[in-house]
């Protein structure tokens, strides 16, 4: 697929996200779970009944400066999203960590996953004034890979801590951006 025009949507306050988004957003999360995608359902299949409620708890504690979902849009057609969130403390609000990484799979492989991953970089640093970002990944699914081309470090593993069925137990990947 070659590169695609897209849009990008930010989300700051619960009273953006309407039923209709609410359907949308986890209408995409059934598909990329349901496709092997890493982003929160490590049990396919799964349905609207199970992502739902997912994306309006989510939803419920967006607020500007510790919770923000990242869309990106495709001739209006929602093609991927995210959450970055940030813990308030004094201590540690200096950094953020993103969640629910994801692109519907007939979105794949026209560099809109790069692109999303780039302007979440721009909204942390210029939008929440965060200095970094962190993310945990599944081992065994390339994300270390995806996400050391766009100047991701990996700064340590939990090894065996993500176990996906008798005999399949997968490392977490931590990893971090730094500077934004």
């Known amino acids: 697929m070659t590169e695609t025009a897209a849009s990008y949507v930010q989300l700051t306050t619960p009273d953006q996200v309407t039923g209709s ?4 957003l986890a209408s995409c999360w059934v598909e990329v779970t349901n496709a092997g995608g890493a982003a929160g ?12 409620p997912a994306v309006e708890a989510i939803a ?9 979902l990242l869309l ?3 001739e209006g057609e929602l093609a991927g999203w995210l959450n970055v969130r940030r813990d308030p403390f004094a201590l540690i609000r200096h ?4 969640h629910h990484v994801q692109t519907r799979p007939a979105f794949r492989g026209c560099g809109l ?5 780039h302007e979440v970089r721009t909204l942390a640093r210029e939008g929440m004034g965060l200095e970094q970002l962190h993310l945990a990944a599944r081992a065994g699914m390339g994300l270390e890979d995806f996400y050391g081309r766009l ?3 990996e700064i340590g593993r939990w090894p065996g801590a993500l176990r996906l069925g ?5 490392d977490e990947v931590l990893m971090v951006l730094s500077p934004l």
């Not at 359902?41 to 739902?52: H, I, K, M, N, Y």
């Not at 419920?60 to 923000?68: G, I």
């Open 21 to 24: 988004l609410v359907e949308e």
């Open 41 to 52: 359902f490590p049990f396919p299949p799964v349905d609207l009944s199970r992502t739902a």
């Open 60 to 68: 419920a504690a967006l607020a500007p400066e510790t919770s923000r």
């Open 72 to 74: 990106v849009r495709v």
């Open 95 to 98: 950094w953020g960590t993103l």
């Open 113 to 117: 996953g790069t692109r999303l991953m």
């Open 151 to 153: 100047g991701w470090k």
């Open 166 to 170: 008798p005999g399949d137990d997968r």
